[in-house]
């Protein structure tokens, strides 16, 4: 059997609020003062000082060149695992090849051993207004674009202002706190917002990538392509065959290599995204040595498939690596614009029909944990009874939610490991009867009458040994239920038109989430094609927890409101959880380096290795 998560699906950029303090205000301020920095962060916590010289944990002397080959393991935006038809990877249209963001400079980047910290690149400094609602970005002489031709702030302007209007609906609505951009002059861009804008907008929107404003008078933004667009990051894209494979090389003379927040890091020639339907196909591959370095998502893969010969002779290396971000929430998502789920005792009963211990021991060889939150693996996951300040959020919306808020979070059920768990059905049983679906010639009916037909839909089949028990345990229910496989371009399309029952997918947060939750849970997000909000859950409660969320002060009210949220979402049985693992399994060739310090909140896999000659005789040979 196959086995185990999806690829890690990052559906969404992390972001965060600058300098601390309250949205739309600085708590210690003068209202004269403006801040001047050389970083942002949530709440003002910056780890490394302005004459910083390199993120800790880089090697600043890596060797440079080689290639890094993988099967890429996230996506952003339109981006597709199975397949790429397009390079424009910042719009709803057309399926993008994974590694698109690597081309384009942004303002700040990301520090990967503090929780939402962002650092200057394309931008030497950031001056915040003291009301929090505008900030002037100086961008650096150097930065320049692939042909040469000056980076400006009236690139800058360009790009935050079209990705306002024609990016994609994820980047649309966080941007919705963002009134607009302007260049002054060539060197300074003011970003504005909205009073009491979202925490995380102006961090998003540091992070967002720089076009050529140049290139886009000739050429519509919003079209699906693969001309190359024109970059500044610190790669270019390389040769590529869609749906096959991309490569994306180095700019050796790239303006952006000798600062503080690039030093040792982007250091192979050349990097290559393999794409393969199929995931046996895509293992034989790298035990071959067709690519180089692999994820491992299969837990059969996993504990029964590393004993080809490079394996055995030492020449490839395995690795379980910890992963101290939030796990998120991986299940299936329970499409609630349909009516004939929008019982909630309806759903409810789907998880009691879903035997995890038994997939688990069976299918994954006892390699997961069960998800049960959505801040899953993180202090924002709710646990035991409501605190005093959780129940200050939650009290003004008793008898809008269910009494259970109030008490122990919704947990799903543990089974007897049988497959079958007679208790467990039973119940379900009893809740399709109280929700008013019965049992009529054998067949589970909704209250018109009409027979409860369920399919699932998913794009790859490796996903079919963990669906045929639960469908199973669905028929003794009464419930007619199948499993329905789709090209990727298809499942693309209709998962973005929200056009399906139920499907599989995985998503999650930052340290620090904020604006991007309205994307996962906003009533505005189930109506937006293309929104990450599959269950379509829409419910003003829940949109009050995010704002209270987005509201937070201080890292101690965030973490209280997020559990306050997942409450009120667990409660809705919105999704039916499936598992998770705190640790990346990971499998390469033996010709890399890589730093003896692991950031601590990303991968930092292909970012900190790099490629080492030395060991270039135990890549397979040839003929």
Same mark, same amino acid.
């Given at each position: 059997?196959?086995?185990?998560?999806?690829?890690?699906?990052?559906?969404?950029?992390?972001?965060?609020?600058?300098?601390?303090?309250?949205?739309?205000?600085?708590?210690?301020?003068?209202?004269?003062?403006?801040?001047?920095?050389?970083?942002?962060?949530?709440?003002?916590?910056?780890?490394?000082?302005?004459?910083?010289?390199?993120?800790?944990?880089?090697?600043?002397?890596?060797?440079?060149?080689?290639?890094?080959?993988?099967?890429?393991?996230?996506?952003?935006?339109?981006?597709?695992?199975?397949?790429?038809?397009?390079?424009?990877?910042?719009?709803?249209?057309?399926?993008?090849?994974?590694?698109?963001?690597?081309?384009?400079?942004?303002?700040?980047?990301?520090?990967?051993?503090?929780?939402?910290?962002?650092?200057?690149?394309?931008?030497?400094?950031?001056?915040?207004?003291?009301?929090?609602?505008?900030?002037?970005?100086?961008?650096?002489?150097?930065?320049?674009?692939?042909?040469?031709?000056?980076?400006?702030?009236?690139?800058?302007?360009?790009?935050?202002?079209?990705?306002?209007?024609?990016?994609?609906?994820?980047?649309?609505?966080?941007?919705?706190?963002?009134?607009?951009?302007?260049?002054?002059?060539?060197?300074? /861009?003011?970003?504005?917002?909205?009073?009491?804008?979202?925490?995380?907008?102006?961090?998003?929107?540091?992070?967002?990538?720089?076009?050529?404003?140049?290139?886009?008078?000739?050429?519509?933004?919003?079209?699906?392509?693969?001309?190359?667009?024109?970059?500044?990051?610190?790669?270019?894209?390389?040769?590529?065959?869609?749906?096959?494979?991309?490569?994306?090389?180095? /700019? *050796?003379?790239?303006?952006?290599?000798?600062?503080?927040?690039?030093?040792?890091?982007?250091?192979?020639?050349?990097?290559?995204?393999?794409?393969?339907?199929?995931?046996?196909?895509?293992?034989?591959?790298?035990?071959?040595?067709?690519?180089?370095?692999?994820?491992?998502?299969?837990?059969?893969?996993?504990?029964?498939?590393?004993?080809?010969?490079?394996?055995?002779?030492?020449?490839?290396?395995?690795?379980?690596?910890?992963?101290?971000?939030?796990?998120?929430?991986?299940?299936?998502?329970?499409?609630?614009?349909?009516?004939?789920?929008?019982?909630?005792?309806?759903?409810?009963?789907?998880?009691?029909?879903?035997?995890?211990? =038994?997939?688990?021991?069976?299918?994954?060889?006892?390699?997961?944990?069960?998800? $049960?939150?959505?801040?899953?693996?993180?202090?924002?996951?709710? $646990?035991? *009874?409501?605190?005093?300040?959780?129940?200050?959020?939650?009290?003004?919306?008793?008898?809008?939610?269910?009494?259970? $808020?109030?008490?122990?979070?919704?947990?799903?059920?543990?089974?007897?490991?049988?497959?079958?768990?007679?208790?467990?059905?039973?119940?379900?049983?009893?809740?399709?009867?109280?929700?008013?679906?019965?049992?009529?010639?054998?067949?589970?009916?909704?209250?018109?009458?009409?027979?409860?037909?369920?399919?699932?839909?998913?794009?790859?089949?490796s996903f079919e040994p963990h669906h045929m028990p639960f469908i199973k345990n669905l028929g003794i229910l009464?419930?007619?239920?199948?499993?329905?496989? $789709?090209?990727?371009?298809?499942?693309?399309?209709?998962?973005?038109?929200?056009?399906?029952?139920?499907?599989?997918?995985?998503?999650?947060?930052?340290?620090?989430?904020?604006?991007?939750?309205?994307?996962?849970?906003?009533?505005?997000?189930?109506?937006?094609?293309?929104?990450?909000?599959?269950?379509?859950?829409?419910?003003?409660?829940?949109?009050?927890?995010?704002?209270?969320?987005?509201?937070?002060?201080?890292?101690?009210?965030?973490?209280?409101?997020?559990?306050?949220?997942?409450?009120?979402?667990?409660?809705?049985?919105?999704?039916?959880?499936? =598992?998770?693992?705190?640790?990346?399994?990971?499998?390469?060739?033996?010709?890399?380096?890589?730093?003896?310090?692991?950031?601590?909140?990303?991968?930092?896999?292909?970012?900190?290795?790099?490629?080492?000659?030395?060991?270039?005789?135990?890549?397979?040979?040839?003929?």
């Amino acid at each position: 059997m196959t086995a185990a998560p999806s690829r890690r699906r990052v559906l969404a950029f992390a972001a965060a609020t600058a300098f601390g303090g309250l949205p739309g205000q600085d708590s210690s301020a003068s209202a004269d003062d403006d801040i001047e920095s050389h970083g942002m962060s949530a709440f003002g916590d910056l780890g490394y000082p302005a004459d910083f010289q390199r993120f800790r944990y880089v090697n600043p002397d890596a060797n440079k060149g080689g290639i890094f080959s993988q099967i890429g393991p996230d996506r952003a935006y339109n981006q597709n695992f199975l397949t790429f038809n397009s390079l424009n990877t910042f719009i709803l249209r057309g399926d993008a090849a994974q590694g698109m963001e690597m081309t384009f400079a942004t303002l700040m980047v990301r520090s990967g051993d503090e929780p939402d910290a962002m650092y200057g690149l394309a931008a030497e400094k950031v001056r915040r207004s003291a009301d929090g609602l505008t900030y002037q970005f100086f961008i650096r002489p150097a930065a320049k674009f692939h042909n040469g031709s000056k980076l400006t702030a009236r690139d800058v302007a360009f790009s935050l202002n079209i990705l306002k209007e024609k990016g994609h609906p994820l980047i649309t609505q966080s941007l919705r706190d963002f009134n607009g951009a302007a260049a002054s002059d060539d060197v300074t /861009v003011t970003a504005s917002f909205a009073p009491r804008r979202a925490r995380d907008v102006p961090l998003f929107v540091a992070g967002l990538p720089i076009f050529s404003r140049a290139y886009y008078t000739a050429k519509p933004f919003d079209e699906s392509s693969l001309e190359p667009p024109l970059g500044s990051g610190p790669y270019k894209v390389g040769r590529f065959e869609p749906g096959r494979y991309i490569e994306y090389q180095r /700019v *050796k003379d790239w303006w952006g290599a000798d600062l503080p927040v690039a030093r040792g890091q982007n250091n192979f020639d050349v990097l290559r995204f393999e794409y393969y339907r199929d995931r046996d196909v895509g293992f034989e591959g790298f035990s071959a040595g067709t690519y180089l370095f692999r994820e491992e998502f299969t837990s059969r893969f996993w504990a029964t498939r590393y004993d080809f010969p490079a394996m055995r002779d030492g020449r490839v290396k395995r690795d379980e690596i910890p992963d101290d971000t939030p796990s998120g929430a991986q299940g299936w998502f329970i499409n609630t614009r349909r009516q004939k789920f929008a019982d909630p005792r309806l759903r409810e009963a789907l998880n009691d029909a879903f035997d995890f211990e =038994w997939t688990d021991k069976t299918i994954m060889y006892g390699a997961y944990l069960r998800t $049960v939150s959505v801040f899953q693996n993180s202090d924002m996951m709710a $646990v035991g *009874k409501p605190t005093a300040a959780e129940l200050a959020l939650l009290e003004p919306f008793r008898g809008r939610v269910p009494d259970e $808020v109030f008490g122990e979070p919704y947990a799903p059920p543990v089974s007897d490991g049988s497959g079958q768990d007679r208790a467990l059905l039973r119940k379900a049983s009893q809740l399709l009867d109280a929700a008013g679906c019965p049992i009529r010639a054998g067949k589970r009916v909704l209250p018109d009458g009409s027979p409860v037909i369920i399919e699932f839909l998913i794009d790859e089949p490796s996903f079919e040994p963990h669906h045929m028990p639960f469908i199973k345990n669905l028929g003794i229910l009464g419930i007619d239920a199948t499993v329905r496989i $789709v090209d990727p371009v298809q499942y693309r399309a209709r998962r973005d038109g929200f056009d399906f029952d139920i499907t599989i997918d995985r998503f999650n947060f930052s340290s620090t989430p904020g604006d991007s939750l309205r994307s996962f849970f906003s009533s505005q997000a189930a109506a937006l094609k293309g929104s990450n909000n599959l269950a379509g859950i829409a419910d003003p409660v829940i949109d009050a927890m995010v704002d209270a969320v987005i509201a937070a002060r201080e890292r101690p009210a965030l973490v209280t409101a997020c559990r306050a949220l997942d409450r009120v979402i667990r409660s809705g049985r919105y999704w039916i959880p499936n =598992w998770y693992k705190a640790s990346h399994w990971i499998a390469y060739w033996d010709v890399f380096g890589r730093p003896a310090t692991q950031p601590r909140y990303f991968r930092g896999i292909p970012d900190t290795w790099w490629y080492d000659p030395t060991k270039s005789a135990k890549l397979p040979q040839r003929g």
